[in-house]
C-alpha cells in the first residue's frame, strides 16, 4: 500500500469539502479550490476526515493513490493557509516593482519585463530584491515563481540573475589566465 495514499486528510473546521463523483472542491477562508480526480480514485469522508482508496494493486493505481491524496491534501492547506514562493533578484541594477497587480522586472535588458499575474495569484514586494509570489493553488504559485524566474536565470560565473529563496547556486571559476607570458 502507498505509504502517502493511505495517510487521512484532516480537515479543519473552518473547511467545507464537496465530493460529486469525480469532482472535488474543497472551501476556506482563503478561497475555493475545484479539481477533477482520476476516475479509477475514490475519495470518501470518513469521520472528519478525507480517505483515499485504490481499486487494484497494480502500478498506475499506485502511482495515482499517492498523487491524488497529496492534491487533495494540498488544496486543504492552500484555501486555509495558502502558499508562498520566494524569489531573490541579484546583480547590479536589477529590481522589482509592482505597478497595481502588475510585477515589473529591471533585469539589464533594454526593456522591463512586465508580468501580469493569473486569477487567485499576488505579488508581494520586501524590498526591490525581494519578492514572493503567493497564492492558494500549489501547483499555480510554483509555476509563476518558475516563469518569473526563468525572465533570467542566474548565470554561473558572477551568479546575477533571479533564483528562489535559499537556492545555492554553483559558481564557476572564471578564465583562467596565461602562464609564462606570450611565445
Not at 49 to 65: C, D, G, S
Not at 68 to 81: A, E, I, K, Q
Not at 97 to 103: I, M, Q, V
Not at 108 to 113: E, F, N
Amino acid at each position: 500500500m502507498s505509504r502517502i495514499g493511505r495517510l487521512p486528510i484532516a480537515i479543519p473546521a473552518t473547511v467545507d469539502v464537496t465530493i460529486d463523483g469525480r469532482n472535488v472542491t474543497v472551501s476556506g477562508p482563503k478561497g475555493t479550490l475545484r479539481r477533477s480526480l482520476h476516475p479509477d480514485i475514490t475519495v470518501s469522508r470518513e469521520d472528519g476526515t478525507l480517505v483515499v482508496t485504490r481499486p487494484t494493486e497494480q502500478k498506475t493505481h499506485k502511482q495515482l493513490h499517492g498523487l491524488t491524496r497529496t492534491l487533495v491534501s494540498n488544496m486543504v492547506v492552500g484555501v486555509t493557509d495558502g502558499y508562498r514562493k520566494g524569489l531573490e533578484i541579484t546583480g547590479v541594477g536589477y529590481r522589482a516593482a509592482l505597478s497595481g497587480r502588475k510585477l515589473t522586472l529591471n533585469l539589464g535588458y533594454s526593456h522591463p519585463i512586465e508580468i501580469d499575474p493569473p486569477d487567485g495569484i499576488s505579488f508581494e514586494l520586501e524590498n526591490p530584491t525581494r519578492l514572493a509570489v503567493v497564492g492558494i493553488d500549489k501547483e499555480l504559485v510554483g509555476q509563476i515563481a518558475a516563469r518569473v524566474r526563468s525572465t533570467r536565470k542566474p548565470e554561473p560565473y558572477k551568479g546575477k540573475g533571479v533564483r528562489y529563496a535559499g537556492e545555492r547556486i554553483r559558481r564557476k571559476a572564471g578564465k583562467a589566465g596565461k602562464i609564462g607570458g606570450k611565445k
